[in-house]
C-alpha cells in the first residue's frame, strides 16, 4: 500500500517550454502531496505544499508564476515548470500523505529527472 | 530554527552492523522517520518512531531515539551491498504543516 507514481519519469526539453509533471497517489486519498527538488548529491529542497481544492504554498524563494501547481482531485497533483531554462534542470520528487493518517509520514513518488537544453 | 544535522558517509563491510547518526533541534516534534534513496530513485519510508519512544526495531533496523539529546539513530544488523544507499532522516514540523524537516542524507558504502 500507500504507492506514489510521478510521469514522466525523465523529460527533455527545449529552453523556454512548458513542461508538465504529475504525481498520481494510487492506492489512498492525500489532501496534501508536496513538491520537493534535489540537486546531485545533495538534500531534497521542498518547493510548495499542494493543498486539494485550494491554493499551494509555496516556499521563500519559489517562483509561484514559474512553478505552477494545480491539486485537482485527491490522488492527483500537477507541477509544470513554465518556460524552463537549463537552470530548472533538476529531479523533481513529489510526495503524499494519506488523509486519513495519523502522522505526517509522506510516501515518495520515484522523481521525475528534467533535463531543458 | 529547525534543523537535522547527519554525517555524509559511511563505509562498512558486508555482514557488520551499520549505525547512521542524526541529531535534530525541535524538541517538539512528533515523529522522526528513516528514509532510503537509491540512485536516480525517489525516497522509500523505511521506518518512524513516535517521539514518546525510546526505541523501535523492525526486523534488520533499530531505531534508537535519545530525545534528551535529540539524537536519533539507525541501525542496520548484517548489512547487505543492497542496503547501499542514501539514508536521511526527517522530523515532522512543529508548524503543524505536515512538512518533514530533512537532514542532508548519509551515503552508506557497503564493501564485500
Known amino acids: 500500500g500507500a504507492v506514489v507514481s510521478q510521469h514522466p519519469s525523465w523529460v527533455i526539453c527545449k529552453s523556454g517550454t512548458s513542461v508538465k509533471i504529475e504525481c498520481r497517489s494510487l492506492?489512498?486519498?492525500?489532501?496534501?502531496m508536496f513538491w520537493y527538488r534535489q540537486f546531485p548529491k545533495q538534500s531534497l529542497m521542498l518547493m510548495a505544499t499542494s493543498n486539494e481544492g485550494s491554493k499551494a504554498t509555496y516556499e521563500q524563494g519559489v517562483e509561484k508564476d514559474k512553478f505552477l501547481i494545480n491539486h485537482a482531485s485527491l490522488t492527483l497533483s500537477t507541477l509544470t515548470v513554465t518556460s524552463a531554462h537549463p537552470e530548472d534542470s533538476s529531479f523533481y520528487i513529489c510526495?503524499?500523505?494519506?488523509?486519513?493518517?495519523?502522522?505526517?509520514?509522506?510516501?515518495f513518488g520515484p522523481g521525475t529527472r528534467l533535463t531543458v537544453l | 530554527g529547525e534543523d537535522v544535522e547527519q554525517s555524509l558517509f559511511l563505509s562498512v563491510r558486508e555482514g557488520d552492523s551499520s549505525v547512521i547518526n542524526c541529531t535534530y533541534t525541535d524538541s517538539s516534534s512528533t515523529y522522526l522517520y528513516w528514509y532510503k534513496q537509491e540512485p536516480g530513485a525517489g525516497l522509500q519510508l523505511l521506518t518512524y518512531?513516535?517521539?514518546?519512544?525510546d526505541m523501535k526495531q523492525d526486523q534488520r533496523l533499530t531505531v534508537l531515539l535519545n530525545k534528551k539529546d535529540k539524537h536519533l539513530s539507525l541501525r542496520i544488523a548484517d548489512t547487505q551491498t543492497g542496503d547501499s544507499a542514501i539514508y536521511f532522516c526527517?522530523?515532522?514540523?512543529?508548524?503543524?504543516?505536515?512538512?518533514?524537516?530533512f537532514g542532508q542524507g548519509t551515503t552508506l558504502q557497503v564493501k564485500p
Open positions: 492506492d489512498f486519498q492525500a489532501t496534501t
Open positions: 526527517a522530523e515532522s514540523s512543529p508548524s503543524n504543516t505536515g512538512k518533514l524537516i
Open positions: 518512531i513516535f517521539s514518546n519512544m
Open positions: 510526495s503524499a500523505t494519506p488523509s486519513s493518517a495519523a502522522t505526517d509520514t509522506q510516501y
